[in-house]
């Protein structure tokens, strides 16, 4: 055939040009992904509108674009949405909705919804306050390796909020976090070690080591947005 075949368009493409700094190539690329219904693209989207990257900064645009991914079950995107709609960011506050989304991408296992939900329940903030929904949820986060749930968990358990009082997992997760350079939990760390005993200290550095080997650092290329807590 004598007719050119114009190349498909492909994320891979799109994800090579972010990479190599072209944002505006990136971001047309991503964009019209997008709108072909890719939930991946509608992520990256979202979170071009959300930094100004490639684009002019547009909170809502990125809710938009971050909505139907959510809605194509992108569990990052889910994420960003119930956090947007508890913060009112690019779209009216709605904290119903936002724990939606929040739970929704919690139990598929995401460990920044895991953490938002956890301060939402903590804080009682759209739902009744509960610290023992909010120490479990922070527990899945803290068990996938997010260091601020880390530091939470164990300050929970440090002062007997939602779990029994136990200085050992304090110590054991106010580890984790410190080592990471969480400062509050290095605080906590201070406080606490001269109150331990000997038994105490031999069990957290146990639990410690259990579960250094069992977490690995939290990452992703699209922007996650916590709840302040």
């Known amino acids: ?7 498909p368009l492909s994320l891979e493409d799109a994800v090579v040009a972010y990479r190599d700094g072209d944002l505006p190539t990136a971001a047309r690329l991503f964009e019209a992904l997008a709108e072909d219904g890719n939930a ?3 992520a990256w989207t979202g979170a071009l509108y959300a930094n100004g ?7 809502a645009q990125a809710f938009r674009w971050y909505l139907r991914a959510a809605e194509s079950g992108h569990v990052p995107a889910q994420t960003n949405v119930g956090a947007m709609l508890m913060m009112g960011n690019g779209t009216p506050t709605d904290p119903e909705r936002g724990l939606h989304w929040l739970r929704i991408a919690a139990e598929a296992g995401d460990a920044m919804a895991q953490s938002n939900l956890a301060t939402l329940y903590f804080k009682g903030q759209g739902t009744a306050q509960d610290e023992v929904q909010a120490a479990h949820w922070y527990r899945q986060a803290a068990g996938q390796g997010h260091f601020p749930s880390q530091a939470r968990l164990g300050f929970m358990y440090a002062n007997g909020l939602g779990v029994d009082k136990d200085r050992a997992q ?6 984790l976090a410190a080592q990471h350079g969480v400062g509050s939990a290095l605080n906590a760390l201070e406080g606490m070690i001269g109150q331990m005993s000997a038994e105490e200290k031999q069990k957290g550095a146990a639990l410690f080591d259990q579960w250094r080997s069992r977490t ?5 290329p699209a922007r996650l947005i916590p709840v302040p807590g």
């Not at 304090?170 to 580890?175: D, R």
């Open 1 to 7: 055939m004598d007719a050119l075949m114009e190349t």
């Open 40 to 42: 991946e693209a509608q």
């Open 53 to 59: 990257e490639g684009v002019p900064a547009d909170l």
């Open 170 to 175: 304090a110590f054991a997760w106010l580890s």
């Open 216 to 220: 690995a650092a939290v990452s992703s």
